[in-house]
């Protein structure tokens, strides 16, 4: 876009480390947090919510972690309308380059209810909590959680006392996903025009997509005065998600003509952190899903095929180049080298270290040998199953699984657990689920299964498959994935890669001192 100021440039701040991560079973670990964060602020994302500092000693070491780390975001931290609350935020982010301290307090009539204040009692906590965040930072935002079904007279009463107490952004939150996109856009348009001192802050959006209105209503909130979007990678978000960040980015970036503002993102580093984010979360993305799904730039149906041989334009608003797509390359072979394959994982945004290169390497040729071309999303798939790294305290030796019309499926499982060799032979269900029952039987654990899930990677009948597995034992979640052309193999090493993360979590974790026990919820 030409001619563009300022006042057209519109901030990203993402939350996929706070709202999105605190989606249940979304848990990252620790350097997980770190590498998201390193991407986020790669790409171009001006403010990250790394946290919620108080929530346990988990949030609070990712939060000063990647404070610490940070280059050119802002890093922030999210805060109840509480002075604990607000000193630990601070004393996470204070080592940012640029720290942010977000306080927020439920502003609707339902939740008034919860810390059962009068709209005098809190509007006075709303006072002193800014303030207080103001005597210890200088930039700090403030969010009425439930801003869409507030009483508009209280919302522009709160909003005006938050500028007043030096808030310099005020976010606008739809925090059940109620709004819709005329009301988003005038909400925000009176709240500048009505709110004295409106004109000296930044107004910010934030939407959850309960009624798939999150993109449409963010994008309105930006025709009303908005110019924070608040958002995640991939949607990820408690129910139905977050905006997802990809979009508003790709739809201001698309549709510049009609909507003249632009974002600081590199845009093509949008699929790799999607990939890592839903690796990472365990939370696969749909196939369908704008801009990042699987099918999002294919063209299967023969019209278009040849429309798109013709002239792409036909049926393509954007290039996959764009959001970080590579361009039909040549695929890998059983002769390909190591530097072929470090070349490729560098095209592909991985940057690994020479003990993963080994790794996938190895994974590499085996799979080389089963299937003749190995393609992109063949090597994504290995390298995101590979990157734990660390000593696995459980290790898959050999399975050996008979199944067919006859009768049940049994799995004769080799195992080193700790050290140590061992060996059983379960039936069950099915190949997966006498695999799953030998799992247990040489590392009993009451793991439950909340997700299983297999995805070919690519097209034929020798494509690997994709294996995630998430269990909760005890309120602690871990998710694993796996990627074989033996889908029962792929299950086995999900399932085990699941049981090694659980116990990683549960070491740290001890008995539960430090589970997450503070919801942003609970406004006590
Ligand atoms: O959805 C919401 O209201 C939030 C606030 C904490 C900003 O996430
Ligand atoms: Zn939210």
Redesign the pocket.
């Known amino acids: 876009m030409t001619n563009q100021t300022d006042k057209d440039r519109v901030l990203i701040f993402d939350t996929t480390l706070r ?1 999105g991560e605190q989606s249940p079973g979304a848990t990252m670990t620790h350097s997980e947090k770190l590498e998201i964060a390193e991407l986020l602020d790669e790409m171009g994302v001006d403010i990250i919510e790394a946290g919620f500092p108080i929530a346990s000693e988990g949030d609070f070491a990712a939060v000063s972690e990647i404070a610490e780390r940070s280059k050119n975001a802002v890093i922030c931290g ?1 805060a109840r309308a509480q002075f604990g609350d607000i000193d630990r935020c601070w004393e996470a982010v204070k080592h940012a380059k640029q720290p942010r301290i977000h306080t ?1 307090i439920g502003t609707s009539p339902l939740h008034r209810a919860i810390p059962n204040l009068t709209k005098d009692e809190m509007a006075e906590r709303i006072h002193e909590t800014v303030s207080h965040a103001r005597n210890l930072c200088d930039n700090v935002q403030w ?1 009425p ?2 801003a869409t079904r507030t009483e508009w007279d209280y919302l522009a009463r709160v909003v005006e006392i938050a500028i007043k107490a030096g808030a310099s952004t005020i ?1 606008i ?1 739809d ?1 059940v996903g109620y709004t819709a996109p005329n009301e988003s856009a005038d909400l925000i348009r009176r709240l500048i025009a009505e709110v004295p001192g409106a004109d000296e802050v930044i107004f910010a959006t ?1 939407c ?1 997509n309960d009624l798939g209105m999150a993109t449409a209503n963010s994008l309105a909130a930006v025709e009303g005065g908005a110019r924070q979007i608040e958002c995640t990678i991939n949607g990820l978000g408690e129910r139905a998600g977050n905006t997802a960040l990809e979009e508003v980015v790709m739809a201001l970036k698309v549709r510049g003509d009609i909507m003249p503002f632009y974002t600081n993102i590199d845009t093509k580093k949008i699929m790799h952190i999607s990939r890592r984010v839903s690796t990472v979360s365990g939370f696969p993305v749909q196939f369908n899903k704008a801009i990042v799904g699987k099918n999002a730039f294919a063209h299967e149906s023969g019209i278009h095929q040849d429309g798109m041989l013709k002239n792409a334009e036909t049926f393509e608003i954007m290039r996959p180049e764009d959001v970080g797509i590579a361009g039909t390359s040549l695929p890998l072979g059983k002769h390909s080298g190591r530097a072929a394959l470090r070349a490729k994982l560098a095209d592909l945004g991985y940057e690994v270290g020479d003990n993963q290169l080994k790794d996938v390497f190895v994974r590499f040729k085996e799979l080389a040998d089963r299937k003749k071309e190995v393609y992109d999303d063949d090597i994504i798939a290995l390298v995101s199953a590979t990157a734990d790294g660390g000593t696995d305290r459980l290790q898959i030796v050999s399975l050996k699984v008979v199944c067919g019309t006859g009768g049940p499926a049994e799995a004769t499982l080799e195992m080193e657990i700790d050290g140590k060799d061992v060996m059983a032979t379960e039936s069950g269900d099915g190949p997966v689920d006498a695999t799953f029952k030998a799992v247990r039987a040489l590392h009993p654990n009451q793991a439950r299964l909340q997700l299983y899930q297999v995805n070919a990677v690519t097209e034929g009948t020798d494509a690997q498959a994709t294996v995630s597995v998430r269990l909760e034992e005890d309120g602690v979640i871990a998710t694993g994935q796996s990627a074989n052309t033996d889908t029962v193999v792929a299950s086995a090493q999900a399932y085990v890669s699941a049981l090694n993360r659980l116990l990683v979590r549960r070491d740290k974790m001890g008995s539960g001192a430090d589970r997450r026990e503070i919801s ?1 919820k609970e406004l006590n």
Request: proline letters at 8%.
């Open positions: 709202d999210l927020f969010s959680m439930d976010n939150p925090t934030h959850h942003y």
